[in-house]
Nanobody, 124 residues
Framework: VQLQASGGGLVQAGDSLRLSCAAS????????MGWFRQAPGKERDFVAA????????DYADSVKGRFTLSRDNVKNTVYLQMNSLKPEDTAVYYC??????????????????WGQGTQVTVSS
């Protein structure tokens, strides 16, 4: 499975961005797509996840009400719409996919495949 993330950039606080993650390869082996972010000097943290078939979603408390996930099953692409961005949202954002059905979605160890990351910078 190959994951290609895009859509990052430099914005001001309160602005919006939409990240995309396109999956290719053995995508039938995955059942959801997750997003994580990593700020300089900090650990990689869970942001959100969406299930391909049901569209069910999970969000970190820090982004609930501001970020929204959607997916296009035909294009094998997941979108992370980020609204009301804050300086603390500044990080490299990574999309990720698991290699098998599991019970967790919020840990780095739940995922086997990772995109290359896209930088999001929010200025105050």
């Amino acid at each position: 499975v190959q994951l290609q993330a895009s859509g990052g950039g430099l914005v001001q606080a309160g602005d919006s961005l939409r990240l995309s993650c396109a999956a290719s390869g053995r995508t039938f082996s995955t059942y959801l797509m997750g997003w994580f972010r990593q700020a300089p000097g900090k650990e990689r943290d869970f942001v959100a996840a969406i299930r391909w078939i049901t569209g069910g979603t999970d969000y970190a408390d820090s982004v609930k009400g501001r970020f929204t996930l959607s997916r296009d099953n035909v294009k094998n692409t997941v979108y992370l719409q980020m609204n009301s961005l804050k300086p603390e949202d500044t990080a490299v954002y990574y999309c990720a996919a698991p290699s098998r059905l599991g019970i967790g979605v919020k840990l780095v160890s739940d995922y086997a495949y990772w995109g290359q990351g896209t930088q999001v910078t929010v200025s105050s």
